[in-house]
């Protein structure tokens, strides 16, 4: 037994490096999650309850608890997880933890049922430095065809169902 204690450690793999430039190795990668996802497990809980954004955090980090307490090898963590490397799982487990401040702190779930948004629209011009995200022109086939299926009485327009020929007049 006491054998083992000791020669476990000495025997596991030893992480050199992540292969990720700016990403250096946590040899202890294991504790150091273990101890994330226990502390994202109880501050999720300021969020209410029925909130899937809730759910779905407690989901994910209870999975990823359970595989970190179950396994103790750096290797089969990453492989039962499947999300990347020990390292990655730490970094994103950090970023969730800031994540669920500042969703404590804008409070999306508050909003009342009846709150109408009020849309603004002018045609001010849009600043150079942000992206203007505009779909691509339509092809030319697409207008024909809308103005075909335009043309047509009711009784031939073609239900959309490509089993069923369009009725004929």
């Known amino acids: ?32 999650l273990i101890g994330l996802y226990n502390k994202t497990l109880k501050e999720i809980q300021a969020v209410p309850e029925d909130e899937g954004y809730r759910k779905a955090v407690e989901s994910f980090s209870r999975h990823r608890l359970k595989v970190c307490q179950e396994e103790e090898d750096w290797e089969m963590i990453e492989k039962r997880i499947g999300c990347g490397q020990v390292e990655e799982l730490i970094e994103e487990a950090r970023d969730e933890l800031k994540l669920i401040g500042k969703m404590i702190e804008w409070d999306p779930w508050g909003v009342p049922d009846d709150y109408e948004c009020e849309v603004i629209e002018n045609d001010a011009p849009i600043p150079k ?41």
């Open 129 to 169: 430095h942000i992206p203007v995200h505009r779909p691509p022109p339509l092809p030319e086939e697409f207008y024909k065809t809308l103005e075909a299926v335009s043309s047509l009485p009711k009784k031939e327009i073609p239900t959309g169902s490509s089993s069923e020929s369009p009725a004929k007049a």
């Open 1 to 32: 037994m006491f054998l083992r204690a000791i020669a476990r450690p000495l025997m596991a793999k030893v992480k050199q490096t992540t292969g990720i430039a700016g990403l250096e190795v946590v040899p202890n990668a294991r504790e150091v």
